[in-house]
């Protein structure tokens, strides 16, 4: 019996420790977060859906008034996760790059990252997990000029349908993607050709809208269903499949590169990194949004390794060499990767800007800059409530010395 009882015990695998440690709060804990959490994002969500309606009328009046507009709706937005990023999943950002940004990123007095990258770019990066597009999201907001208005994403269509979210990110210009060419393409020259259009200003001068497109050339975020399709297409196009990252498809970002070739001087390449995920293993499956927001175990650290590249220097005539293009970068994106799953670091950035006083590694938090900029979400509702009620007494007194 003794036997058999420390076979039955041996036979239990022993669990796995999550790389955030355990859950930092118990079960009544994580009932007030849910319900703090929901009403938070419930809450500004809804504030900045009525904001939008508020100011739709504008797409019939003034379309660059509209575009501004929903502009500021989008900042909002922004405001809104990186708040809740602050508040509820707090994290470390480690940011590193090459030669080619290394001006580009530093640190502020406050602890925070200062980036100065261009008005116009095209982002690509690796898709780890749901929330990647939340952090780089963030990386507008840090951006001197501030582009967290001006973030477009590439989006699968069913998401399009989530109440209230869905029409707000139709609202803000998003491109729903079905996955199918034939399809998507005219939706992406619509959608691409109004982001390369080219405006007047009062003195005459053109001058072109902010604008940073950000892509997810493998399609979907890395999982074992994505890690299987991408084995079976490298074998079928007699390539080698990354160990770290998806075969890039790069259909899609040729096209909308092509679109807006003369329009945007650089693609900007992110490799991102969750610390904490062990070779082979998938982030979605660690880092869930009711564990990095509820349960108290949001990743350590979440790291960026940042690239630039000439648009003028990308082969875009030929769909053939842009692919090879496309795969060698991410190719070495999967060396990249294999130095942080081994190191626990991707490549500190070059010793000349470490020797002008930047830091191998910036470290930093996801936050606003100030705890109460949040509050700007309110503002348009705040303002037009106050109109509404001044109209109401104005129209009331009206009757009453008519009446």
Known sequence: ??????????????????????????????????????????????????????????????????????????QSFGLLITTMTNWWGPTTIRISGDASVADQIRKTEDGLVEFSFPERMVMIANHQIYTDWLYLWWVGYANTPKMHGSLYIILKESLKYIPIVGPGMMFYGFIFMS??????????????GKLKTRHTAPDGKK??????????PEGTNASQNGRNKSAKWAEKIGVKDPEHMLLPRSTGTYFCLNELKGTVDYVYDCTVAYEGVPRGKFGERIFTLAGTYIKGQPPKSVNFYWRRFRVDD????????????????????????????????????????VTKGQEPFLETEVRTRYPWEFLQIFSVLGVFGLLVNFLLKTWNRFLSVFS
């Open 1 to 74: 019996m003794a036997v058999a009882e420390a076979k039955s015990t041996a036979a239990v695998p022993t669990p796995t420790a999550h790389p955030s440690g355990r859950e930092k709060h118990g079960s009544a804990v994580q009932v007030l977060r849910t319900v703090s959490f929901a009403t938070y994002f419930l809450t500004c969500a809804i504030a900045i859906h009525a904001t939008q309606l508020i100011g739709g009328p504008l797409y019939w009046i003034n379309r660059e008034l509209y575009y501004a507009y929903m502009s500021l709706t989008k």
């Open 179 to 192: 996955r199918k060419m034939a399809v998507d393409q005219p939706r992406l020259a619509h959608r691409l």
């Open 207 to 216: 001058y072109l809208d902010p604008m940073w497109l950000l892509l997810f």
């Open 314 to 353: 990308i082969p875009l005539s030929n769909q053939e060499e842009f692919d090879l293009w496309l795969r060698e970068r991410w190719y070495e994106k999967d060396a990249l990767m294999e130095q942080y799953v081994t190191t626990g670091r991707f490549p500190a950035s070059p010793a000349d800007a």
